[in-house]
T-cell receptor, first 112, second 114 residues
């Protein structure tokens, strides 16, 4: 079973920031938080991952709480092309052989 | 573009037939994982190949088998197809011993079993 809990759906206006929450209260000290998204009928796209520090790349920012029990993915200026299912996944460090366990994710709908 | 390629893009088979799906990993990657995604569900892990051997397997029957070649490409074989095998089949590649072994996905092969 997935180790994360996400809201099933969220809406966001184009141009506004989209903040997608994820709860991972049972996360272990050596587990990373990964975010992927899947646009309809395409393969999942890697977005970002982090261990305990906040992370930012060209796609998004990842904010992890100090106790690491939850995190938020931030898309700073959402566009229509950001409409997708977003998956938050917890995965162990140094475990290349471990599978990604996907939950149901959050369906983000961006509208104009 | 994650650099992972899969073929074919779409496939139609009938019950009882066998199917082979192919995956070429991102350049420089040596590990290939396969996932099945039924309509409306998240991807489910089938198995992973590293150094031409199956390293980890999910909860899938023996009808699902695979292979990894010396060039790191991989095949997924499904025998005795059932209607329930209709799904999007995803391949993901990663690099063993990289810093966090991020998996990158291909576009998938959509299989329809009639």
């Amino acid at each position: 079973d997935a180790k994360t809990t996400q809201p099933p759906s969220m809406d966001c206006a184009e141009g506004r920031a989209a903040n997608l929450p994820c709860n991972h209260s049972t996360i272990s000290g050596n587990e990373y938080v990964y975010w992927y998204r899947q646009i309809h009928s395409q393969g999942p796209q890697y977005i970002i991952h982090g261990l305990k520090n906040n992370e930012t790349n060209e796609m998004a920012s990842l904010i992890i709480t100090e106790d690491r029990k939850s995190s938020t993915l931030i898309l700073p200026h959402a566009t229509l092309r950001d409409t997708a299912v977003y998956y938050c996944i917890v995965r162990g460090l140094g475990q290349a052989g471990t599978a990604l366990i996907f939950g149901k994710g959050t369906t983000l709908s961006v509208s104009s | 573009d994650a650099g992972v390629t899969q073929s074919p893009t779409h496939l139609i088979k009938t019950r009882g037939q066998q199917v082979t799906l192919r995956c070429s990993p991102k350049s420089g990657h040596d590990t290939v994982s396969w996932y099945q995604q039924a309509l409306g569900q998240g991807p489910q892990f089938i198995f992973q190949y590293y150094e031409e051997e199956e390293r980890q397997r999910g909860n899938f029957p023996d009808r699902f088998s695979g292979h990894q070649f010396p060039n790191y490409s991989s095949e997924l074989n499904v025998n005795a197809l059932l209607l329930g095998d209709s799904a999007l089949y995803l391949c993901a590649s990663s690099l063993e011993y990289s810093s966090q072994e991020t998996q990158y996905f291909g576009p998938g092969t959509r299989l329809l079993v009639l």
